[in-house]
């Protein structure tokens, strides 16, 4: 590649709004800046992790968090009353734009009114909105971005890429080369501290120069009028106290009742966004400030100026959505996009619009565009919920998300082929069962690869997944005739009711075996479910109504289990996750799906779960693994993570005396469907790559590692990768339990 050609990014060929668009994108970022965004997205998260771990209170502080957003979105229209009386008592101004041209009509007015000549500006993802450096380039004025990253931007001429950090998607030598092609200098720039140390001295005279300060707001308190302010390199007090004139302009979404709130989010700001207990420079501003003027640009400025710029863009439009309104709750961490291994991996360059960016800037890219076709890149999104847990607010990303490619497909008539094709699989499976030889080798033959390829966006390259020689359903029917179930105790109530989802009922009926056998060798009975869709499938696509009508028929039935005093064992993660989350809104019953949320296993959390409560369970289980001494690999499902079960495998196997690994690379890159689509096929292989690199250099040297995997998709993408077969848990526990 040469070097003209590292330096296309995607911004130059896609905005996203159709599926070839998307794809040029994709493959910019992947060639260009994939391994910069996966370096340091996972930097930011690794960090993220330690710093929200150190946090006594923090799923206390979301709820309180979450509440007051709520809170105030709904009361928007009296907080932005009274903030505008708050700040105009204090002689500042206030301005709320209907629209983004409002909005930057009344900056550059502002500044012609000023006589400015050059703007210092804060990094403000609200102005990228409303493009406020294009048009005050129009007016005649200089923009000076004063963030690092945006200068570094500006520089380049690219859109951010990131929240947070615009620049993450730069390497330090694509860096230091970009300034070297822009500015005339003899100085080497291979650290990152003499790039910033280049940048200061280049910035210090513009705060200097400078006659109007434009900055964004992370928060507003709507009683006092304060504006809240964090940053990590100090330029937002230069921006704010150098110049006369400061210009905030904020969505109207920041404004919240009172600055006795900012506490609360101070903290999670800091360690969501960037793995700090606290930002450097925390801002907390009452403007105009009673500052002295210092006019170190030689003007003559006799008194400080504040205007603020409220700005709606649709918001109010978001607020009556009853999907998107969750949206407004966001407080721009960007920890859903560290999380996201697809953001880690093409970046919002490829997964993101304009400027909002990752699986939250599809929401935000429509309601503030008003272009619901603008929000195609929430394909991207495969639904794994890793952010959910993540996010400081508790906005449920991927059905956002769901939401949004349900209105796209109604947008385009319809399903697409291969939309139904995914979303179909158990019915095709179901067809496939009754002569599994003959489907297989009508999979594997080259005209049926092509074909699938061709109309279902079926890449060539993905090996298809295995229809069983029997089903679950007709295993259990074989081993019950020859095994009756084991007789409990007199007391006991307990009952034992394995769902046979489609993916174990056609694919992987062993792994429900060995869930059989495991507990009927520890004395209790294992029931099989009928087979059914759960709703999983159809709503990965999109098609939310087909999954609703799923999963009220799944939730209607398991209810009825659990009220025979059933506890319900899936072994599949994604859907568990349906029970245990999803269900809470398709089915709408919060009754039924609070039965459902805690009655609802994977099996090895359930034996986890009862060997912390009975020590007596405990001692059953290790005696029956009583001198098995392997040593494991475990690589857990995003959803499993994501529903708190994510560590049940190691808790339990390291109490069995099990020497247990477990990955660092948090997601396959699979994701069910989408690793088997065409479109996405080289993301998902990039992010398999990197895990199967973790299990071979963990495993290297060591004979005898068995390697586990508790999800399906997970299994086949480490199987790709590693040319080898890779257990599920509940399979090597049968296995070391003998007969």
């Not at 380039?137 to 890429?161: H, M, R």
């Not at 640009?297 to 709606?312: P, Q, S």
């Not at 863009?313 to 920890?335: F, H, P, Q, V």
């Not at 991207?380 to 959910?388: M, Q």
Request: net charge neutral.
């Amino acid at each position: 590649m040469s070097d003209s050609q590292a330096e296309i990014h995607p911004r130059e060929v896609a905005n996203k709004a159709s599926k070839e668009s998307l794809q040029k994108a994709i493959g910019m970022a992947l060639r260009v800046e994939s391994d910069a965004l996966r370096l340091n997205t996972q930097s930011f998260n690794t960090n993220r992790y330690s710093a929200v771990g150190k946090i006594g209170d923090y799923e206390e502080l979301k709820d309180r968090a979450r509440k007051i957003k709520e809170e105030s979105i709904r009361d928007l229209s009296q907080l932005i009353d009274r903030l505008t009386r708050s700040i105009e008592a204090r002689g500042g101004k206030v301005f709320l734009a209907r629209t983004k041209d409002d909005a930057t009509s009344y900056i550059r007015n502002v500044c012609l009114s000023a006589n400015a000549k050059l703007v210092v500006k804060a990094k403000s993802i609200t102005s990228e909105e409303i493009g406020l450096n294009h048009v005050l380039a129009e007016a005649g004025i200089d923009v000076a971005e004063t963030d690092l990253a945006e200068f570094i931007l500006q520089v380049s001429g690219e859109q951010p890429s990131h929240i947070v950090a615009p620049a993450i998607h730069r390497s330090r030598e694509r860096i230091s080369k970009l300034f070297k092609e822009h500015f005339n200098t003899d100085k080497p720039l291979d650290t990152g501290e003499q790039l910033t140390e280049f940048a200061r001295d280049i910035l210090r005279e513009k705060f200097l120069a400078a006659d109007v300060g434009i900055t964004g707001a992370n928060l507003i308190a709507a009683e006092e009028g304060t504006i809240l302010l964090v940053e990590s390199e100090g330029n937002i007090r230069l921006t704010t106290q150098l110049p006369a004139v400061h210009i905030a302009v904020a969505g109207i979404e920041k404004v919240i009742p009172g600055k006795k709130d900012f506490g609360t989010f101070i903290e999670l700001l800091a360690a969501s966004g960037t793995g700090q207990p606290l930002t450097s420079y925390t801002n907390i501003l009452e403007p105009p400030l009673e500052l002295p003027v210092l006019n170190l640009n030689g003007r003559e400025d006799k008194a400080r100026e504040f205007h603020l710029v409220l700005l709606d863009n649709g918001r109010m439009k978001m607020r009556e959505d009853n999907d998107l309104r969750e949206a407004l709750y966001c407080i721009r961490c960007s920890a859903c996009m560290n999380v996201c291994a697809n953001f880690q991996t093409v970046g919002g360059h490829a997964f993101g619009g304009e400027c909002y960016t990752g699986g939250i800037g599809a929401a935000w890219t429509i309601g503030t565009s008003g272009n619901l076709a603008d929000g195609r890149f929430a394909e991207l999104c495969t639904g794994c919920s890793r952010c959910v847990p993540n996010c400081p607010v508790r906005i449920d990303i991927p059905r956002l998300n769901s939401v949004i490619k349900n209105r796209l497909m109604k947008s385009e008539g319809g399903a697409s082929l291969e939309k139904r094709f995914f979303a179909g699989f158990s019915t095709l499976a179901k067809f496939a069962s009754f002569a599994p030889g003959l489907s297989n080798w009508i999979n594997d033959l080259p005209a049926t690869r092509s074909l699938l390829e061709k109309f279902a966006g079926v890449d060539e390259r993905r090996p298809l997944p295995r229809i069983a020689g029997k089903t679950l359903t007709r295993k259990y029917t074989d081993y019950r005739k020859k095994i009756k179930p084991p007789v409990t105790l007199p007391d006991s109530t307990l009952k034992i009711v394995l769902f046979p989802d489609v993916f174990m009922n056609y694919q992987n009926p062993d792994v429900g075996m060995a869930t059989v056998r495991v507990f009927e060798k520890l004395g209790l009975p294992v029931y099989l479910a009928e087979v059914m869709e759960d709703g999983r499938s159809a709503q990965s696509q999109g098609l939310l109504e087909s999954a609703r009508r799923s999963a009220t028929k799944a939730a209607a039935y398991l209810a009825e289990l659990v009220d025979d005093g059933a506890e319900i064992i899936v072994a599949e993660p994604s859907v568990l996750s349906m029970f245990r989350s999803d269900y809470e809104k398709l089915v709408g019953d919060g009754e039924l799906f609070v039965k459902l949320k805690t009655h609802t296993y994977d099996p090895i959390e359930w034996l986890d779960k009862h060997c912390n409560e009975d020590s007596d369970f405990l001692k059953k289980l290790s005696d029956r693994v009583s001198g098995a001494r392997a040593r494991i690999f475990y690589h857990a499902h995003c959803q499993m993570k994501a529903i708190g079960a994510g560590n049940a495998v190691p808790e339990l196997f390291r109490k069995l005396g099990l020497t247990v690994d477990t990955s660092t690379v948090e997601c396959c890159g699979m994701a069910g469907s989408f690793g088997y689509k065409k479109e996405y096929y080289e993301i998902s292989k990039n992010i398999g790559r990197d895990l199967a690199q973790q299990v071979e250099k963990s495993t290297a040297g060591q004979g005898g590692v068995r390697v586990l995997a508790s999800g399906t998709s997970c299994r086949e993408q480490l199987r790709d990768e590693l040319g080898r077969r890779i257990g599920h848990p509940i399979e090597f526990l049968a296995e070391i339990m003998g007969k």
